[in-house]
């Protein structure tokens, strides 16, 4: 009996030896393939860098230039946002919980708000 749980325990840790070595295998792969991107990632990182070097562009935000238009051509935002979002669309939008799509006539013409979490995101 003993011979034989031997035989089946020798047979069992030379299956296990042999997996670990595949795993071993696999594992030096892996590694190999994920050094292989991450130095494909650093060329590519690179060479974007070199192209965008010293073509840095300013940018003006929608912000400053509502602002500049208030502020040195005299526009009143407070009549375009009153113009935008009448009293009683105010209402409706605060009644129907501050979200969804709200027509409104602008200029004689049909338009419709854009209301996300009780912000006009859009004038469409």
């Keep these: 009996m003993d011979h034989v749980e031997l035989k089946r ?7 296990e030896k042999s997996e670990l070595k595949a795993a071993e295998q696999t594992s030096q792969q892996a590694t190999q393939k994920v050094s292989k991107h991450q130095q494909r990632i ?8 070199k192209i965008t070097e010293g073509k840095k562009k300013i940018v003006i935000s929608e912000h400053a230039i509502l ?14 946002k009153k ?5 009683k669309i105010s209402e ?12 409104v006539q602008i200029d004689d013409a049909d338009h419709k ?4 979490k009780y912000v006009v995101v859009s004038v469409t």
Excluded: C, M, W
């Design 42 to 49: 650093a060329s590519l990182n690179k060479t974007i860098s």
């Design 83 to 87: 113009e935008i979002l009448p009293e």
């Design 9 to 15: 325990l020798q047979t069992q840790l030379k299956q």
């Design 67 to 80: 602002r500049y238009l208030e502020r040195h051509k005299g526009l009143d935002i407070e009549a375009i």
């Design 92 to 103: 409706l939008v605060v009644e129907l919980g501050g979200k969804g799509k709200f027509p």
């Design 113 to 116: 708000l854009i209301v996300e």
